[in-house]
């Protein structure tokens, strides 16, 4: 069969494809006319139309011209040889130099048939060229990783700017007498604005829930909750805290005069293209104020039941537990494990145009076309109770509280599941069993709680493996029999990650939710009208098939989302008293 191929490097190409039945003919040809009109490689032809995956290219060109491949998410790239090919050189022949040994450059490329990329990078430096093949992905995201200026080496610029600058910005700590009207124009500075635009997106660049900013005795310490686990950044100045408080109070409208009494707000900016709105509290310390910054961002936030990574039995029983036209379903758990964001993905399942749906939260974090939503101001008297008493007059037919705290709240939650009303709220216990007792006692009576609630869900967030370093290992048959894991095979297989610069070196990157749910059976209803023990009940779920915390994480740590590890850590205590 003949083929109709251009001359030279694209004969090659089109030569190892077509051998490999990676392409055809067809294909081919296709991806030819496209080059034409668009023009560009015949590889990122081939790709665009989705005839080959970039992963395969690059192995079939490795395969076939003897060039080794490299990940170049598992690799450290030494900062001296990054600066013998500039960012703007790497960008345009998409290319990465990777190591250097005697006269020998060792370059990754995504097209290893680019002779002319090769010979000009040989001409550039001097050095004899070695090419090895990778994904013009991988090329992208290490000139992301490697050649973008570091934050804090740009923080500490601005700072030696502003202290040599004839202008002179007057910088204070946080012992540093400074009236209001100082603090205001230091805070509008460019300086002071941009570096704190920046700890704000680097933020949200690595995906953080909070960003904490707390003043030590000599030095300004930064920490980014991400997969929510702490972890510190590089520590500016003492000298700037002052500076970026009084920015964050002036965006988020706090009075920038008072440093010795707590304040809430919220503030949002235009990061990426994007708005993303921010929860910040400031609390005085003997160091300072020291601030915490809750980041709700939309494009991170999951408000959808299904991609929570619940089970597929408690998918359905949540779902079978929403359509009741009425009755209280309960979402316990510590802070931060995600009740919240499943509430709202719950509200999300019955939101509709039929439907009055009314909240109270404190605060309101993330706003729900379609849902009255109002923040509880308990200082004004605005409470749970009070609000929850207003919205019954409101004709609503859902109603979310954002948290029971005290029996006046739940005494009304519970009389409006019982006259009508689908009721949402969280506790904050440790298990669904254990929120019953709970309820018991706050002062409700058994017969109200049988009577009024639907299901009980206790939660807990996991972290999930980084997908770019998983790895599988083994443990022995009498290991996993000690934690419950059985297999027919005589050894089990589990997963962890190896730690790249994809998950800056953790192993894990993103979070999925482990639930156990309790449903309120005849027979569990009539183990709470007994005045039954938390165990007690505890024993009869699991035999009406209830799947615990730890039997939810152990089947997510088989099925290689998480780690075992992740599993322990999450669900210790009474969990580890969980028999099968």
């Known amino acids: ?60 060109m490795s395969e076939h011209l003897g060039i080794p491949p490299i990940n170049l998410n598992r690799f450290k790239i030494d900062p001296a040889v990054l600066k013998l090919i500039s960012k703007k050189t790497a960008k345009h022949y998409k290319m990465m130099p990777v190591a250097k040994m005697g006269d020998v450059l060792t370059i990754a490329i995504a097209d290893p048939l680019n002779i002319f990329a090769i010979d000009d990078m040989k001409a550039l430096t001097g050095f004899r ?33 502003m202290k040599s600058d004839d202008a002179g910005i007057k910088l204070m700590d946080s012992s540093g007498a400074a009236g209001a009207e100082d603090l205001t124009k230091i805070a509008q500075e460019a300086p002071v604005v941009k570096i704190t635009n920046m700890l704000v997106a680097e933020g949200i660049k690595l995906r953080a829930s909070d960003i904490l900013i707390e003043p030590m005795e000599s030095e300004l310490r930064i920490r980014y909750r991400v997969d929510g686990i702490l972890q510190e950044g590089k520590r500016p100045p003492k000298l700037l805290h002052s500076s970026i408080v009084s920015r964050l109070k002036i965006i988020s409208d706090l009075n920038i005069s008072e440093h010795r009494l707590p304040q809430d707000g919220r503030f949002k900016i235009k990061v990426s293209g994007r708005e993303v709105d921010f929860r910040i509290s400031v609390l005085p310390s003997i160091m300072g104020e020291k601030v915490a910054i809750r980041v709700l961002d939309k494009a991170q936030a999951t408000l959808d039941i299904n991609k929570l990574g619940f089970d597929q039995r408690s998918l359905e029983e949540i779902r079978k537990a929403a359509d009741k036209p009425h009755g209280m379903i309960l979402i316990c758990g510590p802070t931060g494990c995600g009740k919240t964001t499943t509430l709202y993905s719950i509200l999300q399942l019955v939101n509709s145009p039929t439907d009055n749906i009314i909240t109270v939260e404190d605060p309101v974090e993330y706003i729900i076309d379609g849902v009255n939503q109002v923040t509880a101001r308990p200082e004004m008297g605005l409470t749970f109770a009070s609000s929850l008493r207003s919205m019954l007059r409101q004709d609503p037919d859902t109603i979310m509280i954002g948290e029971i705290r005290d029996f006046e709240t739940v005494d009304i939650a519970i009389k409006a599941a019982l006259t009508g009303h689908l009721v949402l709220s969280t506790l904050h216990t440790t298990t669904a069993t254990g929120s019953i007792i709970r309820l018991v006692n706050m002062g409700v009576e058994p017969f109200l709680i049988t009577s009024s609630v639907i299901m009980v869900a206790a939660q807990r967030l996991v972290r999930k493996i980084c997908s770019q370093c998983k790895e599988s290992y083994h443990i022995d048959k009498y290991v996993a029999g000690k934690i419950n894991l059985t297999e027919t095979s005589g050894k089990v297989t ?87």
Do not use: W
């Not at 668009?38 to 970039?54: E, H, N, Y």
């Open 1 to 60: 069969m003949t083929y109709h191929m251009i001359p030279g490097l694209k004969e090659k190409l089109t030569n190892i494809l077509i051998d490999k039945n990676l392409i055809k003919e067809a294909d081919l040809q296709k991806a030819l006319v496209l080059q034409k009109e668009k023009g560009g490689s015949l590889s990122d032809a081939l790709v665009t139309l989705g005839f080959i995956s970039r992963t395969d290219l690059m192995m079939a």
């Open 129 to 161: 060229i070695s090419p090895i093949v990778t994904t013009e992905k991988d090329i992208n995201d290490a000139i992301s990783q490697y050649y973008d200026e570091d934050t804090y080496s740009t923080i500490e610029k601005i700072v030696t700017d």
């Open 494 to 580: 589990l997963y962890r990650g190896k730690g790249c610069p994809a998950c800056l070196g953790t192993g894990y990157k993103g979070r999925i939710a482990l639930i156990e749910v309790l449903m309120l059976t005849p027979k569990i209803k009539e183990l709470i009208l007994a005045g039954e023990q938390e165990h007690t009940i505890r024993e009869a779920a699991r035999r009406e098939g209830m799947k615990t915390l730890r039997e939810n994480g152990m089947q997510n740590a088989l099925n290689g989302i998480t780690t075992l590890d992740e599993v322990v850590r999450v669900t210790v205590g009474d969990q580890d008293l969980d028999t099968v």
